[in-house]
Each structure stands twice: as C-alpha cells, then as structure tokens.
C-alpha cells in the first residue's frame, strides 16, 4: 500500500472505491510502511491480492518476533 492511499483510506475512513458504505472500525489503523506496522501490532491481518500474498509473506518474515 502507498502511503497516498493509506492516508486517504485514513482519512475517508471506508474504501470509497469499492465500499463507501462500508465505514473502518475505529480501532482500525492502515500503514502502509511493514516495519512500523508490525512493531505496534500484536495481530496482523495480511490482506493483499493472492499474486503478492507470498512476497508479501517473505517481507514480513524477519521483521517478525515471537
């Protein structure tokens, strides 16, 4: 995700593309940056297009912690 898109779906608080009806909890953040998202994360939610899911993966694997 690209920080223009993060911080429109963060400030429109829906995807007004697909699901403008559709608002984000209030608990929920989108970062576009892996590092700082898992650093302040305790669960993660990968939601990516199947094509990118395993490069996706690679990518979080060593900034993972137990």
């Given amino acids: 995700m690209t ?3 993060s911080q429109r779906l963060n400030a429109d608080r829906c995807n007004a593309a697909f699901l ?11 970062e576009s940056d892996l590092a700082t998202a898992l ?3 305790r669960n ?5 297009p199947s094509h ?3 490069e996706v993966l690679r ?8």
Wanted: hydrophobic share 55%.
């Fill in 20 to 30: 403008p009806d559709v608002p984000f909890p209030d608990t929920l953040h989108l």
């Fill in 3 to 5: 920080l223009n898109i």
């Fill in 59 to 66: 990518q979080i694997k060593p900034l993972m912690r137990p």
């Fill in 44 to 48: 993660i939610l990968v939601v990516v």
């Fill in 52 to 54: 990118v899911f395993g």
């Fill in 39 to 41: 650093a302040a994360s």
